[in-house]
């Protein structure tokens, strides 16, 4: 159930991205809260702000803030003509009280309408696709790693957090990519497109991507059933990239630390996505350099998904200097609560998928259309 309280704004701790952070004092005593200015407006000291903080109390790791749903004695200035300040009508989180209304990158309104009317085609790009959030900056690192003139764009999916802005990750690789397209119900990206189809011809074509990493915003949502966690959609991803001419390669959750034993190994995430929900192949890498017995769990849960029994290749990818660029990484490396050194297995294995993405680029750089 939605928990709702009022409060009031006592200062302003940080700004990333589309996101600020606030001291709220309520009734239960102070509290941290985070507010999406393009939906609610810019926050001051002295705001009185209508807040949900459902996930504050729940815990959440990714997700325990306060929400600002209001500043009702300052409401934001209504664009003109009904649509966003770019003449768009996408609307996002559609039906839901703080529904985001934004330019597509394809609609009428839209600089490039004309490019993605025409677009069909990926011409090979390469899409690395991840189940988790924390394997985007490793990717990246790891596809700079060789080739730092690389232009590498991020399609964000819906399965997290709907608001790009609430990325602290994607707001430290602002400079670092050559943008984000926010797909489905995501909001808040460079570009926003409909669906990962869209978002994948956005990315190589109107951003001119060498390669494109898709996965799920932060906080994903998941049961412990194999069924249950939004992650899976990966293997749709891997679809939309190999239907478009595209090259899908796939970042393995694997880990030597994650103490439940269906995510030691291979994930039976990743399992699940590229074995039930991917329909064609994809490129499965795995870094040369694992803990032994943590490398014979890999092999035997990749025994079904690789060719001739299954439809995907496994790569093997060397492994050497990408210690140093992970410890490196422009932005804190972290999944389920650990860090490089905590899981470095999982680290390792997404550096690796961007690694040899970048070996399949021919010309880095040069732009499409």
């Keep these: 159930m939605v928990r709702w309280r009022s409060g009031t704004v006592t200062g302003i701790r940080r700004r990333w991205r589309d996101a600020v952070e606030l001291d709220v004092a309520i009734d239960d005593g102070p509290t941290r809260a985070l507010a999406y200015p393009r939906l609610v407006g810019e926050p001051e000291p002295g705001d009185r702000v209508l807040l949900n903080i459902g996930a504050l109390l729940m815990g959440l790791g990714t997700g325990g803030y306060a929400l600002v749903v209001a500043i009702p004695d300052r409401l934001p200035v209504d664009p003109p003509g009904g649509t966003d300040r770019d003449g768009g009508h996408l609307v996002k989180a559609r039906y839901t009280p703080l529904q985001a209304i934004v330019c597509g990158v394809d609609e009428e309104a839209s600089p490039h309408r004309r490019v993605l009317a025409e677009a069909e085609d990926l011409a090979g790009m390469p899409v690395v696709t991840a189940d988790l959030h924390s394997a985007l900056p490793a990717i990246v690192v790891g596809a700079l790693a060789d080739r730092p003139g690389l232009r590498i764009a991020y399609v964000m999916t819906d399965g997290g957090a709907l608001p790009a802005g609430f990325s602290r990750t994607l707001a430290g690789l602002s400079a670092t990519l050559v943008g984000t397209v926010t797909v489905g119900q995501c909001f808040g990206g460079d570009l926003e497109a409909t669906t990962t189809h869209s978002g994948l011809l956005a990315a190589r074509h109107v951003l001119h991507a060498d390669v494109t990493v898709v996965c799920q915003g932060p906080g994903n949502l998941g049961t412990g059933t194999r069924w249950g966690f939004s992650g899976v959609a990966v293997g749709e991803a891997v679809n939309a990239a190999a239907v478009l001419g595209g090259r899908p390669i796939g970042a393995l959750r694997i880990s030597a630390a994650d ?22 192949p994809a490129d499965l890498v795995v870094p040369t350099e694992l803990p032994a017995q943590i490398a014979a769990e890999v092999d035997a849960a990749l025994a079904g998904l690789a060719a001739p029994m299954g ?59």
């Design 311 to 369: 439809r995907h290749r496994v790569v093997r990818v060397a492994t050497d200097g990408l210690d140093a660029a992970l410890r490196a990484s422009p932005v804190p490396l972290r999944t389920m609560g650990r860090d490089l050194a905590g899981d470095h297995a999982y680290f390792m294995a997404c550096a690796a998928a961007g690694r040899y993405a970048a070996t399949l680029v021919d010309r880095p750089g040069t732009p499409e259309g």
């Design 259 to 280: 103490p439940r034993p269906r995510h030691r190994g291979v994930s039976h995430h990743s399992v699940t996505a590229y074995g039930r929900v991917a329909l064609t």
